[in-house]
């Protein structure tokens, strides 16, 4: 069965530090991979997605960035942080190709720029 | 732009009540899904329903896809389904986007 995986739960980060979080994903071929963030209280923004590796479109104008350096690795990065920045982000994943359906989400990372 | 509208934003119920949820979008969609948010964060996919409808124990989803909405039907409420509600889609792309959601409160 396919599991994904993000870490880390919970990060508090001073401003202007930089950011990394990680995805993986397990048991599964080139999926497509996604990157959203949402604010408290609402809905969710996709940031960027990924149908392959070194592949990444950008959804958003903002001072993250996203990689995609194995198949199923997906990493959201960013050399500055902003108060703006903060925000609980979740990373997907689904099939791709003909009836690729479900999306499955990790757990989330709740980021507190302070 | 996509548009994709949820309605209510908001829905308090009481145990056992039935309730519907809907997701309006503006033009022909793929891969439209539900989501459940619970109060700790985690997504949960409810349906894959891109057309028809589809039955999960309580839960049910019908998308008229050319008349452009899908429903959410709950019925016989716990307070477990507590949270916010998300419809999801794709306008012939890979790209994913989701909907406003509607926050379902039930009380006991």
């Known amino acids: 069965s396919q599991t994904i995986h993000q870490w880390p739960a919970t990060l508090v980060q001073p401003v202007g530090s930089p950011l990394s979080l990680e995805c993986t994903v397990e048991?599964?071929?080139?999926?497509?991979l996604y990157w959203y963030r949402q604010a408290a209280g609402r809905g969710l923004q996709l940031l960027f997605y990924?149908?392959?590796?070194?592949?990444i479109s950008s959804e958003v104008p903002q001072n993250l960035s996203a990689s995609r350096p194995q198949d199923r690795q997906f990493i959201l990065s960013s050399k500055k942080l902003l108060l703006s920045d903060s925000g609980f982000y979740l990373c997907a994943w689904r099939k791709t190709g003909q009836g690729s359906g479900k999306l499955f989400f990790g757990s989330g990372t709740q980021l507190s720029v302070l | 732009g996509i548009q994709v509208e949820q309605s209510p934003p908001d829905l308090i119920l009481q145990e056992g009540a039935n309730s519907t949820l809907r997701c309006n979008f503006s033009d022909s969609v793929n891969n439209l899904q539900w989501f459940h948010q619970n109060p700790w964060g985690q997504l949960i996919n409810l349906f894959y329903i891109p057309s028809g409808t589809k039955q999960n124990g309580r839960l049910s989803a019908t998308t008229v896809a050319t008349e452009r909405y899908s429903l959410l039907y709950i019925s016989s409420s716990q307070t477990t389904d507590s949270g916010v509600y998300f419809c999801s889609l794709s306008y012939n792309t890979d790209k994913l986007i989701f909907g406003t959601g509607t926050r379902l409160q039930v009380f006991p």
């Open positions: 990924s149908v392959g590796i070194g592949q």
């Open positions: 048991g599964t071929s080139n999926p497509n």
